[in-house]
């Protein structure tokens, strides 16, 4: 007979972990919060996702309406600017024909009285008209005869001796220049002395 001494384990007697034994990790009070909020959020309800939809098409729309406008203000503002620059002579035309109607003044005044001075002080009239005209629009005469000869201004045509002009210096102006501004239009045609003749 076995003698229950023999075996001193009791039932109830807890015993020690081993190495082996897998440790039990729980969450925190802040984890498990966390959990359930992730849990009971919504999801985006779909009349959101419709407002959404809605935002993007109209700002599909005000694009498109921005570039339309762009593009028409670019039509606009090369046609005003081709016009400028198909007009822009319509002011002096019409003081050219001004000068065209004294013009014809004078022609009259000559086929009326012949041996008058009409068509002289007609002409001279036309041209003093002219010269101011041209003048008010920038275009000056470029003045040549006793300057120093310039090759920027002036063409010249012959070198020749003066007593009346140095060297180097316009004496005749066979063909007036004009410049628009600081452009020179065309340049004067001039005799360029070559200073005192030598005896």
Do not use: W
């Amino acid at each position: 007979m076995t003698n229950e001494s023999e075996n001193p384990t009791p039932n109830n007697t807890e015993m020690p972990a081993g190495e082996n034994d897998p440790v039990l990790e729980f969450p925190s009070a802040e984890e498990i919060d966390q959990i359930a909020g992730e849990a009971a959020a919504p999801e985006t309800p779909v009349n959101e996702v419709d407002q959404l939809k809605q935002q993007l098409a109209e700002a599909e729309k005000r694009v498109l309406i921005a570039h339309a406008d762009l593009d028409n203000f670019r039509r606009r503002n090369l046609r005003e600017t081709q016009d400028q620059i198909k007009y822009a002579p319509g002011k002096l035309m019409t003081e050219i024909l001004e000068v065209i109607d004294n013009l014809g003044r004078a022609v009259e005044a000559y086929e009326k009285d012949k041996n008058g001075d009409g068509l002289n002080d007609g002409v001279k009239m036309v041209a003093t008209q002219i010269g101011t005209m041209l003048e008010k629009h920038g275009c000056k005469k470029i003045e040549a005869v006793g300057q120093p000869y310039d090759p920027n201004l002036h063409q010249a045509l012959q070198m020749q001796p003066s007593a009346e002009h140095e060297a180097n210096t316009v004496m005749m102006d066979l063909r007036s220049g004009f410049q628009l501004h600081e452009r020179v239009l065309r340049p004067s045609q001039v005799f360029v002395s070559t200073g005192a003749p030598q005896e």
